[in-house]
């Protein structure tokens, strides 16, 4: 909700109470009441289109706010070249027409993977580093996603020996350890039924999927996706499965 409306929604019914005689409730309460459903981002958003702001406000919701404070800044590029979205611990960068694809908010889903990825499963430094990179980031040992990271990877480009492409959720989930991660994530979020049922043919999935509940949705099964799904195909792109 935009500021200045919800400052008059806080104003209106402050006035209504005063004409029907009843005891108002302080503005820090209903300013309080108002926002508890959304989460209060360090990232200003006053600058994105209102589809992309309503979307940003429901997938913070969904991961949870604890989980997506790391991010502190929001950029619109208008390079076409480039990519819908990209993202990492601290800052969510959106191509200028994001908005107008079908899959905005399948998109969004898998740049706050990454965000929650790379901004809330953060090692220390006193536990050393591992065998996983950033770029030029170190992961450290004791980073929660390196559970997730060893289960297909040697390293953050480099698959295990024994790796299948049916132990991904994807195409696109097998470019590097970070792609797996969000691509998975989605996958749970838009997909749980399809995923489980890979899940229940492919130990590898299982672990994946395992690893999803617990670690980022505390338990939370969405009810979301087809009954069936082939256990011998794969779509490139999660974002683009309607």
């Not at 998109?107 to 536990?127: K, N, Q, T």
């Not at 049922?197 to 099964?221: H, M, S, T």
Request: charged share 30%; with cysteine; net charge negative.
């Amino acid at each position: 909700m935009k500021k200045t409306a919800l400052k008059a929604l806080v104003v209106a019914i402050l006035s209504l109470s005063i004409f029907i005689g009843v005891e108002a409730p302080s503005e820090e309460a209903l300013f309080a009441s108002a926002n508890d459903k959304y989460c209060k981002l360090k990232a200003p958003t006053d600058h994105l289109p209102e589809r992309i702001n309503e979307l940003i406000a429901k997938t913070s919701l969904l991961y949870g706010c604890e989980k997506v404070k790391s991010l502190k800044k929001i950029e619109i590029y208008y390079d076409e070249t480039l990519p819908r979205a990209m993202a990492g611990g601290r800052i969510l960068k959106l191509r200028y027409d994001l908005e107008t694809k079908p899959e905005t908010e399948e998109v969004l889903i898998h740049e706050f993977a990454h965000i929650v990825d790379l901004g809330y499963f953060r090692g220390h430094s006193y536990s050393g580093k591992s065998e996983f990179r950033d770029g030029s980031v170190v992961i450290f040992n004791d980073d929660l996603s390196l559970e997730f990271y060893r289960i297909s990877w040697q390293d953050s480009k480099k698959l295990k020996e024994d790796a299948s492409e049916f132990d991904f959720v994807s195409g696109y989930a097998m470019s590097d350890v970070f792609e797996d991660f969000a691509e998975s994530t989605l996958y749970y979020v838009k997909h749980n039924k399809e995923f489980r049922i890979l899940a229940e043919n492919n130990p590898i999935l299982q672990k994946k999927y395992d690893f999803i509940k617990e670690n980022i949705f505390d338990g939370k099964i969405f009810e979301s996706g087809k009954n069936y799904v082939s256990l011998d195909e794969r779509f490139y792109d999660a974002t683009k499965i309607m």
